[in-house]
C-alpha cells in the first residue's frame, strides 16, 4: 500500500494535467506560489542575479481582503423557514436552540475562516472528526489533480506529522495496529517526525480463491523504516512501511468550499491566482524603477583634463579652490521615464481591479475627483452583483453543510430532554406563552378544586400572580422534551441572507408586517390569511411569533364562564278568551 501511495504522491507533485490544450496545471506548484505571492516572497529568492534585493509589491492581498468582506455572513444571517406541515412554533424554538448550540461549537469562527481562506487559496476543505469540524491543511492534502469534486476523485491522500509520543496517542485512540513496530522502525530513520499517511479510495481485494473485487476503504500507513541492500546480488528492497488500520467505508468525511470552479481541475481559483501575472509585472516594474532611482541619485562629473582624477566628494574640501585647464561638469543621471513606470503601474492596478471587482468604492475609499456619482453607483451595483452571486454559491453549500452535518450532529447532542436559556428581545415572547399556559393550566386547577368557573376579579387576580412570577426574572430556562426536534429536518429551510442587505431588508419586513396587521388584525387568526402572511414574514428574517398579541386578559375564559343574567320579564298570562283568528276565502 505504501508503494501505491508513494506512486500518487509523486504523480501530485511532479505531473503536470492537460485541462485544455495549451493549458498545463499542477496543483502543488500552484499553491506554493500563492503561498510565497500572498506572503510577498519570490519563488527564486528574494536577490537577484547581481545580489541586490528585490522588492515585493503587494497587490493580491488588499484584493483578498475585500472578496472575504463582501462574501461573508454569519450564524445571525441563517434564518430557518417552516416548510410544509411543519410548525413556525416549533421552528421558532430550533432557530434559537441551534444557533446557541453553533456558538458553543464555534461554529462562527468556522465560517470566519472559510471566507478567509477562500479568495487566497480558490478552496477550502474540512474534516469531520467525531461530530466536530477541523480545517485541513491544503500543503498536506493529496488529491487528484483532474478530479471534479472529492467524491469522484480516485484517491485523496492525507498527511501527518506525529512526534512519536504524540503518535503512540492518537494510535491508542484511533484502535492503530503495529504501533510498537512503527516507532521502532522510525527509530532506524534520520527524520524530525514520524509520518502517516490517511487514504480514501479503492482498493484491490483478493479472496483465497483468488477473486477480485475492489472495496472504498481507508488505510493508515505509516512511511517509516529504511531500504534493504543485498551485499551479494546488489538488490535493493524498498521499504513497505506499517499499515496501522484499514476500513471499508461509505464515503470519505472531507467537505469541499470553493470560490470560483474550473471543469478539468479540482483546485478552485482564488483572487491570488487569478492575479499572478499582474503580480510579477508589476514587481517587475517596481525593481527596475528602484534600480533607476539608485543611479539616477549619483552624483557624477565629468572633464578632459587628466590631471584630475579623484572623487570630488571624498578629496575635495568645502570652499577649496580647483586648478583645471577644462571645465568639469556633472553628468545628467536624471530618469526621464518616471511618466512611464507609473503609466504601466496604473494600467496593471487598473487590471486587477477589474478581474477581482475590488474598486475603489468597493474598498471604501474616495473617489477620483471628477468622477461622476452615475458611474459610482454603476460600479457599486456590478460589483455588488458580482459578490452576491459567489456567496450564494458559497451560501448553497454551507446549507447543504448543516442540513447535512451539523443539524444531524446537533439532533444527536439534543435528542433527550435539555435546557434551553431565553434571554434579550426574544424574552417577551417566551413569558407571554408561558402567562397564556399556566393561565389556562391555574383555570382548570380552581374548576377542579372550587367546581365552578372562577368570577372576573378572581381570574384577573390569578394572572397578575403569574405574570408578576414569570416577568420577574431576566432569563428563562424552558425544558425543551424529549423527540422535540424529532424529523425537524423535514419541516424547515435554511435561508442565508448577505448582511449588507440584511438589516434593511429585515426592517422593512417588519415595519410592513405591522401595517400589515394594523389594517387587517385577522393576519394573526385567520388560518388562511395566517399562513400567507407566515410565508411572508420568513422571506424577510422576520418569524410571525415576533407578531402574535400578548396575553389577552379575558380572552379564552369569557366563552367558558356562564353569562351574567339581568332582571327578569313575568311570563304573559295566556289570553283563554282571545277569538279565532278568521279566514276569507
Not at 400 to 416: A, H, L
Amino acid at each position: 500500500m505504501l508503494a501505491t501511495i508513494q506512486a500518487e504522491k509523486k504523480e501530485f507533485e511532479n505531473d503536470n494535467i492537460q485541462v485544455v490544450d495549451g493549458y498545463l496545471f499542477n496543483q502543488r506548484s500552484t499553491l506554493n506560489r500563492i503561498y510565497l505571492y500572498h506572503n510577498s516572497k519570490y519563488i527564486n529568492g528574494d536577490t537577484d542575479d547581481e545580489g541586490q534585493k528585490k522588492f515585493f509589491f503587494n497587490i493580491v492581498r488588499n484584493p483578498c481582503k475585500v472578496t472575504t468582506k463582501a462574501i461573508d455572513f454569519d450564524t445571525k444571517h441563517i434564518n430557518i423557514q417552516t416548510a410544509g406541515g411543519g410548525t413556525p412554533l416549533k421552528t421558532w424554538f430550533l432557530e434559537r436552540d441551534l444557533k446557541f448550540w453553533m456558538k458553543n461549537q464555534n461554529f462562527g469562527a468556522v465560517l470566519n475562516r472559510i471566507f478567509l481562506e477562500l479568495p487566497i487559496f480558490g478552496s477550502v476543505v474540512i474534516k469531520m472528526v467525531d461530530g466536530k469540524p477541523e480545517f485541513v491543511d491544503l500543503r498536506n492534502f493529496i488529491v487528484e489533480q483532474s478530479a471534479d469534486d472529492l467524491k469522484s476523485a480516485k484517491y485523496i491522500i492525507e498527511r501527518h506529522l506525529y512526534s512519536p509520543r504524540e503518535f503512540m496517542k492518537v494510535g491508542e485512540t484511533l484502535g492503530w495496529e503495529g504501533i510498537d513496530k512503527a516507532v521502532e522502525e522510525y527509530r532506524k530513520m534520520d527524520s524530525h517526525y514520524l509520518t502517516v499517511y490517511e487514504r480514501y479510495g479503492e482498493e484491490e481485494i483478493v479472496d483465497p480463491k483468488g477473486n477480485k473485487t475492489y472495496e472504498y476503504r481507508r488505510t493508515y500507513v505509516a512511511d517509516v523504516g529504511v531500504n534493504k541492500i543485498d551485499e551479494h546480488l546488489g538488490n535493493v528492497s524498498s521499504y513497505s512501511g506499517v499499515v496501522l488500520r484499514t476500513d471499508k467505508i461509505e464515503e470519505n468525511p472531507y467537505w469541499e468550499f470553493h470560490l470560483e470552479k474550473l471543469p478539468g481541475r479540482w483546485l478552485g481559483i482564488g483572487v491570488v491566482e487569478t492575479l499572478f501575472d499582474a503580480q510579477i509585472r508589476v514587481n517587475e516594474i517596481s525593481n527596475l524603477q528602484s534600480k533607476s532611482s539608485f543611479w539616477s541619485s549619483l552624483r557624477v562629473w565629468q572633464t578632459r583634463d587628466e590631471g584630475i582624477n579623484r572623487n570630488l566628494f571624498t578629496d575635495v574640501a568645502n570652499g577649496e579652490i580647483m586648478n583645471s585647464e577644462q571645465e568639469i561638469t556633472q553628468i545628467d543621471m536624471a530618469d526621464r521615464n518616471l511618466a512611464g513606470y507609473t503609466q504601466e503601474t496604473d494600467k496593471w492596478m487598473s487590471n486587477r481591479d477589474e478581474l477581482t471587482f475590488s474598486y475603489d468604492v468597493v474598498r471604501g475609499e474616495r473617489l477620483p475627483a471628477g468622477t461622476p456619482l452615475g458611474s459610482a453607483r454603476l460600479a457599486s451595483a456590478q460589483a455588488g452583483s458580482h459578490f452576491d452571486q459567489l456567496r450564494e454559491n458559497i451560501a448553497l453549500r454551507i446549507k447543504e453543510f448543516i442540513f447535512d452535518v451539523m443539524i444531524k450532529e446537533f439532533k444527536k447532542q439534543n435528542t433527550g430532554e435539555h435546557l434551553l436559556r431565553i434571554a434579550g428581545e426574544d424574552l417577551d415572547k417566551v413569558r407571554d406563552l408561558m402567562v397564556k399556559q399556566k393561565s389556562k393550566t391555574a383555570l382548570f386547577d380552581f374548576l377542579k378544586r372550587k367546581h365552578k368557573f372562577p368570577s372576573e376579579t378572581q381570574h384577573i387576580a390569578i394572572k397578575a400572580g403569574i405574570e408578576e412570577r414569570v416577568k420577574s426574572s431576566k432569563e428563562i430556562l424552558l425544558d425543551i422534551p424529549k423527540g422535540f426536534y424529532k424529523d425537524i429536518k423535514y419541516y424547515i429551510d435554511i435561508i442565508i441572507s448577505g448582511e449588507q442587505k440584511d438589516t434593511s431588508v429585515f426592517g422593512q419586513t417588519m415595519f410592513a408586517g405591522l401595517q400589515a396587521v394594523s389594517q387587517d388584525p385577522t393576519l394573526l387568526t385567520d388560518p388562511t390569511k395566517k399562513k400567507f402572511f407566515a410565508k411572508y414574514l420568513e422571506s424577510g428574517g422576520a418569524s410571525i411569533i415576533d407578531f402574535e398579541p400578548e396575553v389577552q386578559q379575558m380572552q379564552g375564559i369569557e366563552q367558558l364562564m356562564p353569562k351574567s343574567v339581568g332582571g327578569g320579564i313575568s311570563r304573559p298570562a295566556a289570553m283563554s278568551n282571545a277569538p279565532a283568528a278568521e279566514t276569507t276565502v
